[in-house]
């Protein structure tokens, strides 16, 4: 599996951004597709996940609102609409995914790094 992350950058509060993550290996059905974010000196959270079958999403709290994950299924890739972005935001961004079934994420990309300035 072998995930790609792209369309990060520098982006104004309340501008908007929407990094990618190219996914390829392997068919995902049965799987679980997320981003996660860490920021300078903080541990890795996760953001926000949606199931490839369905589309099912969840959220952290911190982008619930203003976020939104997306999947598409032709392109094998994953979105992060980004809206009102705020300074607090700036991190680098990682696209992840594992089985339905497995407990952990297995399967990471590179990063992009999102930078929100006010």
């Known amino acids: 599996v072998q995930l790609q992350a792209s369309g990060g950058g520098l982006v104004q509060a309340g501008d908007s951004l929407r990094p990618s993550c190219a996914a390829s290996?392997?068919?995902?059905?049965?799987?679980?597709m997320a981003w996660f974010r860490q920021a300078p000196g903080k541990e890795r959270d996760f953001a926000a996940a949606?199931?490839?079958?369905?589309?099912?999403?969840s959220y952290a709290d911190f982008v619930k609102g203003r976020f939104t994950i997306s999947r598409d299924k032709a392109k094998n890739t994953v979105y992060l609409e980004m809206n009102s972005p705020k300074p607090e935001d700036t991190a680098v961004y990682y696209c992840?995914?594992?089985?339905?079934?497995?407990?952990?994420?297995?399967?990471w990309g590179q990063g992009t790094q999102v930078t929100v300035s006010s």
């Open positions: 992840a995914t594992k089985s339905s079934a497995a407990r952990n994420y297995n399967h």
């Open positions: 949606i199931t490839w079958n369905l589309g099912t999403t």
């Open positions: 290996g392997r068919t995902f059905t049965n799987y679980i």
